[in-house]
């Protein structure tokens, strides 16, 4: 469900391994793409109220549901992302879908400071994590349903990259915290470990295990793309985290595929 950035590719990706995979869009221009790839289409949308679109047909023969759509706040809507998400979940328990992946985000843990793993107590300051992460709760802890959660750092890949949006800016604060970021591949290879695993009713934090600070980083993909460099404070004392996959990615050796 959200045949997006994420969505889409992994789709398609699991098509070429010889899945049948339903996909889902809010819009109809973006049906006959979907049909290309292989995807069985359906244009679904979510809302506080109802759900638009054919849910329970989009909701058969399904074995497992990746759920991946994240909230809209950024853009000001004042969404509310976890009735949403509280009608979604409503129409699953409905249906035969008893295994989920739940996409989040590093997000949900806020502020809190030093290493982070999945024991980690997440303490979103955001809207939108304080929403992710009562939505993904919702999921995790219905004993109904088998659950992961995937939590993701920053989201990098083709055509997406901070370093677009942070060139030439000026007095950037907390240029010595270390990033925090994952490549789209990773991304895909991850979840399609998860259900070929069986890694169920589990929180999986999904960062690269690579983190100079954003200062050093940063400067150095600038300089890749002959971008102006970002401007960072010298001295500032904000909290800052490494986000490390503590469970199942660390105990199974995973191998991360596509370096940042």
């Given at each position: 469900m959200g045949c997006g950035w994420l969505g889409l590719p992994l789709a398609s990706s699991l098509v070429e391994d010889g899945y049948r995979v339903h996909g889902s869009t809010t819009s109809n221009e973006k049906v006959k793409s979907l049909e290309e790839k292989g995807i069985r289409p359906f244009v679904i949308?979510?809302?506080e109220q109802a759900i638009d679109g054919d849910i329970y047909d989009f909701l058969q023969q399904i074995e497992v549901l990746v759920l991946n759509v994240p909230p809209k706040l950024r853009s000001r809507t004042g969404e509310n992302y976890v009735k949403k998400m509280e009608l979604l979940h409503s129409e699953i328990k409905k249906s035969a879908v008893r295994k989920i992946i739940f996409i989040s985000s590093t997000s949900v843990y806020g502020t809190v400071d030093g290493k982070v793993?999945?024991?980690?107590t997440p303490v979103p300051i955001t809207e939108s994590g304080k929403q992710l992460f009562r939505a993904e709760t919702l999921f995790h802890a219905d004993a109904d349903l088998q659950t992961t959660v995937v939590r993701f750092g920053g989201l990098i890949g083709p055509d997406r990259h901070p370093i677009t949006m942070l060139t030439g800016k000026k007095g950037l604060s907390n240029g010595n915290a270390p990033i925090n970021l994952i490549h789209l591949n990773d991304c895909i290879h991850i979840i399609k470990a998860i259900f070929l695993n069986s890694w169920y009713d589990e929180i999986i934090n999904g960062v690269y295990p690579y983190h100079p600070t954003k200062?050093?980083?940063?400067g150095e993909e600038a300089r890749k793309r002959n971008l102006q460099e970002p401007d960072y404070q010298e001295d500032t004392e904000e909290k800052s985290k490494i986000i490390?996959?503590?469970?199942?990615?660390?105990?199974?050796?995973y191998k991360?595929?596509?370096s940042l």
């Open positions: 949308s979510l809302h793993t999945e024991e980690t200062r050093q980083y940063y490390v996959p503590k469970t199942l990615l660390t105990v199974k050796n991360f595929t596509t």
